[in-house]
Structure formats: structure tokens, C-alpha cells
T-cell receptor
């Protein structure tokens, strides 16, 4: 029951450019989260945006949420080679168990 | 910082063996999760637990079982390993109530 779909599947940019990744989902959510995964490692939580929020910032990250379109975007500004990783959105329908449904991810390559 | 530790980074087993994957978290989190990650399919939830001795099936529980005898430890068991269970296995934990999940570094399991 894949909920999130990321777009694009892969993205290659130069250092210093901005990277934008999009996520679409299908059902109502309580919150949406973005995670990062370096090659061969576990996922690291980046940012959580609640269903009643429209935009959230954390350092060079900016996340937007449009619940009417069931979509979210992650913007990484002034990218660095160290930002090279896979990025996943995950939706939380609510409840005490924090069960998340992950998308298939966007592979970002930042060329030095 | 939360630490989620998976017992092995790499594991090679034979078809038909009983396989145990162990996960320990050190932050007293109520919820624990087991996922498998395959190329093109993203993360899929196998089982999760919201309290000691409590467990619920995720999206793909067939061929797996779990055990949570202590709050900090969540074990995934492959009762009779098969080649289609070759995958990356990720453990995560979280507090109750719309909280992010914290992941271990994963176990890359190969079934020969």
C-alpha cells in the first residue's frame, strides 16, 4: 500500500544549485515527514510538517504542504556534494503507533 | 542522541535456515518497527510493536515473525529463510504521538 510517490526518481545538479523534490500521496494525513538516506545506511529524519501547516524551514531545507492537492515539496537551497543521498517522504495517518508509509524516494546527485 | 543498533551490518544465510535479526534502542521508545527495503519498492513495513509483547502486522508479514520481550529490543525472525527474503532490513523506533522515527544502519541479508 504505497502511499507516497516522489518525483523525480533521480535528480543531478551542480553544487550551489537548488534541488526540488516532490511527493504526492493518496489519503488524509496527520503529518508528512521527509527523510534522507546515504548509500548503505539507515534513514535520518529531516523535517516534519503537520497537516495544518503550509510551510516549514530548517536550515537550507524548505518544505511545503498542500493538503488540497495531497502533495508536498522539499527544497534544498545552495546544495553541496554532501547532500548527495536518497530522499523519502513518509505520511503519517495519525494515531499512537506512528505508522508511516514511505514513498519510493528521489536519488539526488550533487556534482562538485 | 537516539541510538538504534542492529546486530549485524551484513549477514549471509542458507535457504531453510531460521534467521534472527536483532534491534536495540536506547531511548525508551514505545514504538518499534521492522522494514525491508528493495530497489524500486522503497520501504515496506513488515511488523511493528507499540508496547512490550504487543505486535501488529504491517504490509508484508508473510514469512516473518517478531518478538518484543523487553522494551528496548525488537527481534525479527525469518522462520525458514527463502531467496526472496534477500534484502536490506531496517529497524526503527519512535515515541508515541506523531513523532519521527529513528533508524538503525540496516542489515543487508543475503539468502543463498
Amino acid at each position: 500500500s504505497q502511499q507516497g510517490e516522489e518525483d523525480p526518481q533521480a535528480l543531478s545538479i551542480q553544487e550551489g544549485e537548488n534541488a526540488t523534490m516532490n511527493c504526492s500521496y493518496k489519503t488524509s494525513i496527520n503529518n508528512l515527514q521527509w527523510y534522507r538516506q546515504n548509500s548503505g545506511r539507515g534513514l535520518v529524519h529531516l523535517i516534519l510538517i503537520r497537516s495544518n501547516e503550509r510551510e516549514k524551514h530548517s536550515g537550507r531545507l524548505r518544505v511545503t504542504l498542500d493538503t488540497s492537492k495531497k502533495s508536498s515539496s522539499l527544497l534544498i537551497t545552495a546544495s553541496r556534494a554532501a547532500d548527495t543521498a536518497s530522499y523519502f517522504c513518509a505520511t503519517d495517518a495519525g494515531g499512537a503507533t506512528n505508522k508511516l508509509i514511505f514513498g519510493t524516494g528521489t536519488l539526488l546527485a550533487v556534482q562538485p | 542522541d537516539v541510538k538504534v543498533t542492529q546486530s549485524s551490518r551484513y549477514l549471509v544465510k542458507r535457504t531453510g535456515e531460521k534467521v534472527f535479526l536483532e534491534c536495540v534502542q536506547d531511548m525508551d521508545h514505545e514504538n518499534m518497527f521492522w522494514y525491508r527495503q528493495d530497489p524500486g519498492l522503497g520501504l515496506r513495513l513488515i511488523y511493528f510493536s507499540y508496547d512490550v509483547k504487543m505486535k501488529e502486522k504491517g504490509d508484508i508479514p508473510e514469512g516473518y515473525s517478531v518478538s518484543r520481550e523487553k522494551k528496548e529490543r525488537f527481534s525479527l525472525i525469518l522462520e525458514s529463510a527463502s531467496t526472496n527474503q534477500t534484502s536490506m532490513y531496517l529497524c526503527a523506533s519512535s515515541r508515541r504521538g506523531n513523532q519521527p522515527q529513528h533508524f538503525g544502519d540496516g542489515t543487508r541479508l543475503s539468502i543463498l
